[in-house]
């Protein structure tokens, strides 16, 4: 089997993962970068909207405290504060650097980067290109990797002496080492197991630090908007290396999805259509989200149609339409309108801006829109209404991270950054924190890991045993056998499906104790199953053997959501329990950890349907007073506990 040896690994070409190779390169580490994907063509290029940063270029009010308090607001204050905060602090320079590597954002009629509108956001805050932005991101991104190659050309006569890039390969282990003798204690991280998707050839990639930039679990629900990427793998790696994750009963359903024709349902509608003046009415012609303002934020959104239209010409004196409620708000309301009977003719509602842009303005502001409806849904979005309605989209909990320097928890060596670390959004993520949250993070997890790999006193060493286990894990879905002899092997394609309808179906948008309860017996069902997955052929450019190995991690990840989500007796940000409607502030500081059941293994070998995953509860740190005073006490009240209140 192959070995290299780097410092450190990037795991995922994603926005965060090539930020973090190229921070990892600039401080002198050797870097390798492994991507499932063809290079340039992560997740994050589906990105629309815009990266949220305070630079204040359309309106001189925002700045770096007003961007935290709408996270922490748009978050529920579940937010991992410090990550809040440097992430507020750090945006604008991040997007700076951006330009400065050769990002075309477009631009205000006085030549400076232009800001949209967004949820949650109180000021114009999204730089962007188009509705293309995550494009724009990669392709700049990829390019300074180009020049660090170039520069490694000319100094070492080898582009990849210092940066190399291993395409269409998946790693499906995290190596540890034993640690004995560290301060720091528990395994460290050693390398990674990876096999290439085209020739199914395996190697191991050994490195004193290993960055999970992964990105996210969508491919676990039915209905999502997400690539076939994310099948939740940095989240399953980690726990199986050893570290824990955070909150991940934290699942958001963004509002507007296609959902019409069904072979596009869930695809999504950028937040960009509502942010630039879009409206959403339902069967009766009514703009409904006036009726579904949430108490903690009625003193921020208009009260009127005349006056959320005002908004958009002079927003110093009007409040903003709650159109433009955080996501979970209007994911609910267009829910409970379908469920009302007021929804659209394909069960969504319907998303205008047909009569309130003109044609040429919706076709350069969002030109992909316009194409998407015109190619999916034969819909001209200049002259009828859109039909939407929720569609699984991002997931706020991952991978328990240190704030500053995005290392996992317990597993030293190991860090984590992107949509696959948890913490930073809280139980909600406001729109264009993702694109931000990659770049600050990023940054840090490649200089962390960069510096971690050189203070490394002594080179890890790669356990054998480790690697042998890995590849006969790898290889099992060739000799899979059905439940009796000579019967046939699950095929991992219908397991796939019954996982998807499960999660969409109970433990989707609006959770019930019953539901969950009974997810989490069907998901030990197809655990058993999952082990008898077979596959036929050998390993060249197999898919059905790439979708038996991701079935792994979409399990243990989907259990993780549902016990979660059953344990947390409140409704908050993107886990709402039609059981425990309301948020109830003693939950505020309770944070739920998943980690391995049974790390070694043994019992659930024996026993498969057995939960793989224990919860702990762990108290948040107290929010810092100087940031806590950027909130009126009024506003503190609903939110904290009442324990909190009285320090
Ligand atoms: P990704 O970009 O998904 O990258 C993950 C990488 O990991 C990929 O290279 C993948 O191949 C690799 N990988 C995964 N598993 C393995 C494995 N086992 N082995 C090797 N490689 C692996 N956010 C915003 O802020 N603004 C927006 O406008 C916006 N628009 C969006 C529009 C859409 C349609 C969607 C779906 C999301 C949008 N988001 C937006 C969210 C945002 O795009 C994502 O959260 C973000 O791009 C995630 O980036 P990432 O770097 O964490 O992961």
Redesign the pocket.
């Known amino acids: 089997m192959e070995r290299q040896q780097w410092d450190v690994v990037v ?7 090539l930020r973090a190779a190229i921070e990892a390169r600039e401080q002198g580490a050797r870097t390798a970068v ?4 063809l290079f340039g ?4 290029v ?7 940063a305070s630079m204040g270029n359309v309106n001189s009010g925002d700045n770096w405290q007003v961007h935290f308090r709408d996270t922490l607001r748009g978050g529920k204050f579940l937010n991992q504060w410090r990550m809040a905060e440097l992430h507020a602090r750090e945006a604008p320079d991040r997007v700076w650097e951006l330009e400065t590597w050769g990002a075309l954002f477009d631009r205000t009629k006085d030549g400076r980067i232009s800001q949209r509108n967004f949820g949650g956001h109180e000021y114009p805050r ?1 730089a962007h290109v188009g509705d293309r ?2 494009l724009e991101l990669i392709r700049t991104l990829q390019q300074k990797i180009v020049a660090l190659q170039q520069e490694d050309e000319r100094e070492f006569g080898d582009h990849e002496a210092r940066l190399k890039v291993f395409q269409e ?4 282990r995290v190596l540890t080492a034993s640690n004995s003798g560290s301060a720091a204690g528990g395994d460290r991280v050693s390398g990674a197991f ?1 096999y290439e998707r085209e020739s199914g050839r395996f190697f191991v990639i050994e490195a004193p630090s290993v960055v999970l ?4 679990i ?1 491919k676990s629900f039915k209905v999502t ?3 076939w ?3 939740g ?2 989240h399953a ?1 980690a726990l199986l290396a050893g570290a824990p994750l955070l909150n991940m009963e934290f699942v958001q359903f963004h509002p507007t999805g296609m959902v019409w024709p069904p072979s596009v349902k869930g ?2 509608v ?2 960009s259509v509502r942010g630039d003046g879009g409206v959403l009415r339902n069967s009766d012609g009514k703009r409904f989200m006036f009726d579904y303002i949430p108490d903690v934020f009625k003193e921020k959104y208009a009260e009127s149609e005349q006056e959320g239209d005002r908004w958009y010409e002079d927003p110093d004196n009007n409040r903003r339409p709650p159109e433009l409620l955080p996501r979970d708000e209007v994911a609910r309301a267009i829910n409970s309108e379908v469920k009302a009977g007021r929804g659209s003719p394909h069960g969504g509602v319907f998303l205008d801006v047909s009569t309130r842009m003109p044609a040429d303005v919706i076709r350069r502001r969002l030109p992909s829109m316009y194409h998407q409806f015109k190619e999916l849904a034969d819909v001209d979005i200049t002259a009828e209404a859109m039909e939407v309605g929720p569609t699984c ?2 997931v706020m909990g991952g991978i328990a991270v240190e704030s500053d320097t995005a290392a996992a928890r317990g597993v030293p060596g190991l860090f984590a ?4 670390a948890g913490g930073m959004h809280g139980s909600n993520r406001l ?8 770049l600050v993070f ?1 940054r840090r997890a490649g200089l962390y890991a960069a510096r971690y790999a050189t203070e490394s006193a002594t080179a890890p060493v790669v356990d054998e045993a480790l690697v042998d286990a890995a590849a006969a894990e790898a290889l099992r879905p060739f000799s899979a056998e059905g439940p009796q002899a000579g019967a046939t092997p699950e095929n991992p394609y219908t397991l796939h499906q019954e996982l998807q309808q499960t999660m969409n179906d109970l433990v989707g948008i609006i959770r019930r104790e019953g539901e969950m309860a009974e997810a989490l017996d069907r998901l030990g069902e197809l655990r058993q199953r999952a082990r008898r997955a077979g596959v036929e052929g050998h390993r060249q450019f197999n898919p059905g053997w790439h979708q038996a190995l991701d079935l792994r991690n979409m399990l243990l990840v989907s259990e993780c959501v549902a016990r979660a989500a059953l344990e947390r007796t409140e409704s908050r940000g993107g886990h709402t329990r039609e059981d425990h409607p309301g948020m109830n502030r003693d939950w505020r500081r309770v944070n739920l950890l998943c980690a391995l059941a049974d790390p070694t293994g043994v019992l659930t070998a024996t026993d498969p349907a057995r939960g793989q995953i224990a919860l702990t509860r762990v108290t948040t740190d107290p929010i810092r007073p100087d940031l806590l005073a950027l909130f009126d006490k009024e506003e503190l009240v609903k939110y904290l506990a009442e324990e909190e209140l009285y320090e």
């Open positions: 795991v995922g070409a994603g926005g965060a993962g492994i991507c499932k994907s063509k992560a997740h994050t589906m990105a629309e909207g815009g990266i949220a999204l932005t995550g390969c998946t790693v499906t990876c930039a992964t990105g996210g969508g908007s997400n690539s990427e994310y099948t793998d940095g790696l695809i999504l950028t937040e989209h991002y950054a992107g949509e696959v729109g264009g924190n993702s694109l931000s949250d990659l990023g």
